[in-house]
């Protein structure tokens, strides 16, 4: 079971958006809807920004946005701010088991 | 107030044992799976297995089995993380995450988490 595939990081600056992808195969983020994204700034736990590909929690900024074509779950980030600073993980689940990718550290110039 | 709440942090010899815990409150413990997480030092998170409260059903990540023990005490809404036999290597954060069982309208997702326990093991 290998931990699903991020870009190590990606950078933008201020205003800009950026994408962060998230590949799985047909038995993770392929076969199911259950795609979800988390921030972790440092020292601190990961925050659920979306679930279900593209669903926001009560609280999270639109500027934050997923989507998923075949295998591969995208996390948007528009406008972006320097508190957008932080790794992003995806994370996909099944029935027994859930999966996260390696983790993206986003850096805003 | 809905939470996890976990034990504080924990500093080890090789060898020893080790049992961790994660308190729920503010819902329906029973409702959600409780997962753990593991996060080494500068690393990206694990996921390690899951169990349901309610009846104790546990599910591994195939890189933790036999490697820890996940259980529950219903009663007082908490589970646990415990090790038998330490390694350096267990050196890491660990982190446990609610995921609903069936639950109508609950997010489908690790929506609360707890703030984490830091394990050190170190001879």
């Known amino acids: 079971q290998s931990a699903l595939t991020q870009p190590a990081s990606v950078s933008g600056s201020p205003g800009q958006s950026i994408t962060i992808s998230c590949t799985g195969t047909?038995?993770?983020?392929?076969?199911?809807?259950?795609v979800s994204w988390y921030q972790q700034h440092p020292g601190k736990a990961p925050k659920l920004m979306i679930y279900?590909?593209?669903n926001r929690p009560s609280g999270v900024s639109n500027r934050f946005s997923g989507s998923k074509s075949g295998n591969t779950a995208s996390l948007t980030i528009s406008g972006l701010q320097a508190e957008d600073e932080a790794d992003y993980y995806c994370s996909s689940y099944t029935s027994s088991s859930s999966l996260f990718g390696g983790g993206t550290k986003l850096t805003v110039l | 107030e809905v939470q996890l709440v976990q034990s504080g942090v924990e500093v080890k010899k090789p060898g020893e044992s080790l049992r961790i815990s994660c308190k729920g409150s503010?819902?329906?413990?029973?409702?959600?799976?409780i997962s753990w997480v593991r996060q080494m030092p500068g690393k990206g998170l694990e996921w390690m297995g899951r169990?349901?409260?309610?009846?104790?059903?546990?599910n591994y990540s195939p890189s933790f089995q036999g490697h820890v023990t996940i259980s529950p005490d219903k009663s007082i809404s908490t589970a646990y993380l415990q090790w038998s036999s330490l390694k350096a290597s267990d050196t890491a954060m660990y982190y446990c995450?609610?995921?609903?069982?069936?639950?109508?309208?609950?997010?489908?997702?690790?929506?609360?988490w707890g703030q984490g326990t830091m394990v050190t093991v170190s001879s």
């Open positions: 169990i349901d409260p309610s009846d104790s059903y546990t």
């Open positions: 995450a609610r995921l609903p069982i069936v639950v109508p309208a609950a997010i489908p997702a690790f929506d609360i």
């Open positions: 047909s038995s993770d983020v392929g076969g199911y809807n259950y």
């Open positions: 503010g819902y329906s413990f029973t409702s959600y799976w």
């Open positions: 279900d590909v593209s």
